[in-house]
């Protein structure tokens, strides 16, 4: 059975595993820290980067952009998470580098570096109690990544269109990952709520609730369908 | 024709026009600088991200991940840029990522936004002089990525294995990027030198070396095919 380096509260690690369970490829899951990389991450890949997806045949797909494409490619048909045309292919690209790159860096990035990794790392390393100027910052900026969110999805059904797709689970990954640090302000967001609802009903999301890091659980409505 | 919104030293943009003299397809450009986006950029990509691509048709494909992916689906054939089966692929994307990701965040931006960004920005916005601490590092980070880009060509002809691939394009514009600064220790790394000199004969590099920004002009040795 093929093999996910990850860690859980990685955005790109949650897509991976959102995205395995949506093609329906069973893989065993093993842990890595990232304020503490095994050498067996190294080994696999150089940058140290998660996630890294390692086949039976012991080849190893390093990195989001990566294994995204190359889930897509080897195990999309029954299901497509980059369906449609080029052009509509071109819209979800746009939709998954939004988050990967832009969301992360405003909010992502700042509220797991501040409240997670920064809890775990040594005091010679960065660790210590978190900078709330940047949590603040990045709380600041989130509200204005859900406004676009909500005109996404009255636009249509999904984010990209008509069909769930790998915007979809991007968003929810990084979206996942800061409702479990109870930072999501779902009341004022109520487009948004509707949309995470379906997607957090979709049984591929069942693994990523029951996530929960050792002297770190999640938010009370974490896990909570009825949120 | 299609047109290209981009800036010249963004190496984003680079590849891009490098992607579309590979493949063969001819487009106008229109130059931003992101110290002063346009509305136009903002009407074609809210997240106001370059490159941005406008086909005949008004459709724009919005940001390096999408339109890479896009051209190879619209233009690929008679060359791909992401040539082999799903696992050359894999190994493409990941070089492509390292670049993207990990050398932009530790090397060229901060080269880029010291020495150029802060240039054009005005003081209350962060313009000013260049942190040279902050120079300094990225040029030290430079060394061990260029290490490995040797490593990669002494193995094979090209980044990614036999073949010219997007890989050897995200290097060569990150690189160019670095060598129009005069920042590129060629002189220490022979074997990189060689596979760029091989990469800067090629016909779709000629354009890039006509790059000429207004009261910043380029190393002497930049548009040097004998470098």
Redesign the interface.
Known sequence: MPKLLHFPLDPYSRRSRLALAEYGEACTLAEERPWAPTQTLFDY???G?LPVFIEDTG?A???????S??LE??RGGRLNLLPGS??Q???I??L???F???FYTEVSEPLISEKVLRRFLSADNGGGAPDMARVRQARHLLKSHLD?VSYLVEENSWLAGDDLSLADLAAAAHLSAIDYLGDMPWAEHPVVKSWYQRIKSRPSFRVLLQDNIAAMPPAASYADLDF
Chains 1, 2 share one sequence.
Request: hydrophobic fraction near 45%; aromatic fraction near 14%; glycine fraction near 4%.
């Open positions: 890949n150089p940058s980067i080849f797909v390093c990195g989001i952009e990566a294994l494409e190359y490619e080897t080029a052009l292919r071109a819209e690209r746009r998954v580098a939004w990967d790159v832009k676009y």
